[in-house]
């Protein structure tokens, strides 16, 4: 049974630093993209940022230079350094595994509120 259990969400000013964290079990995690998203209240759920096997990572134009992706393929663990955040980061942040269409899973989500 795959899990993707996030953490290290919360409540943050403007300008300030969040660190998520996403621990995986049940999969190949060496094998897997893994990936945030974000879903604000009344929008779509866009992806944040990935990072490949080979450790090759992508990040939405909104987040580049302020988020950082990173893999622990030793320990299962994908993390997501935010820093100089803004209340328009305001989102549930969900991790998420990708090897294929039916190999694709998804953590609960972890609420990151920014105030202004």
């Known amino acids: 049974q795959v899990q993707l259990v996030e953490s290290g969400g919360g409540l943050v000013q403007a300008g300030g630093s969040l660190r998520l964290s996403c621990a995986a079990s049940?999969?190949?995690?060496?094998?897997?993209?893994m990936n945030w998203y974000r879903q604000a209240p009344g929008k779509q759920r866009e992806l944040v940022a990935g990072?490949?096997?080979?450790?090759?990572?992508n990040y939405a134009d909104s987040v580049k230079g302020r988020f950082t992706i990173s893999r622990d393929n030793a320990k299962n663990t994908v993390h997501l350094q935010m820093n100089s955040l803004k209340p328009d980061d305001t989102a549930v942040y969900y991790c998420?595994?990708?090897?294929?269409?039916?190999?694709?899973?998804w953590g609960q989500g972890t609420q990151v509120t920014v105030s202004s």
């Open positions: 998420n595994a990708y090897l294929r269409t039916n190999s694709n899973y």
């Open positions: 049940g999969l190949i995690f060496g094998i897997y993209t």
């Open positions: 990072i490949a096997i080979g450790g090759s990572t």
